[in-house]
């Protein structure tokens, strides 16, 4: 005798997939979704006025004007810097060759300029720097300016 297989009684759906993946999550309360926006708000604030104070203690800004190659040993670079009257700052020049290589190197001292009465207050100072290269140099810039002694 046989007899007939009688099927199976399956679960209800929300039980069994309760059994597989674990029961549904409960949701974040308002309070604490509140607490999670204001922190994220803080946050962006603090990092707005990190932003702008950092730019601001930047005291030196530098321009490249030009660039003239004298010949396979030397090279001019023409540039203005703007800094605070009375602020000695101290420039690295560089000239470089036809693949970006460093073929000149100097490091410029521009001495403390006084308050006069031009438009930006005796700020900028143009300068021209020669610099001696190891081989024909087909560009040169500034790299940086800086005020010596500040944040050493």
Do not use: H
Not at 36 to 53: E, R
Request: net charge neutral.
């Amino acid at each position: 005798m046989t007899t007939q297989d009688q099927p199976a009684v399956s679960p209800p759906a929300d039980t069994s997939l309760a059994n597989r993946y674990g029961s549904k999550k409960q949701p974040l309360p308002r309070a604490v979704k509140r607490g999670i926006a204001v922190a994220a708000l803080a946050a962006g604030v603090g990092f707005m006025a990190w932003v702008s104070t950092s730019s601001a203690g930047s005291d030196v800004t530098f321009k490249d004007i030009g660039f003239t190659t004298i010949d396979a040993t030397a090279a001019e670079v023409d540039f203005q810097v703007t800094r605070e009257p009375g602020t000695a700052v101290k420039c690295a020049v560089k000239a470089l060759d036809s693949k970006f290589a460093v073929v000149g190197w100097k490091v410029v001292d521009i001495p403390p300029g006084e308050a006069d009465g031009t438009a930006d207050g005796g700020r900028t100072v143009s300068q021209r720097v020669t610099l001696r290269t190891e081989s024909l140099s087909v560009s040169g810039v500034v790299d940086d300016c800086w005020i010596p002694g500040a944040g050493t």
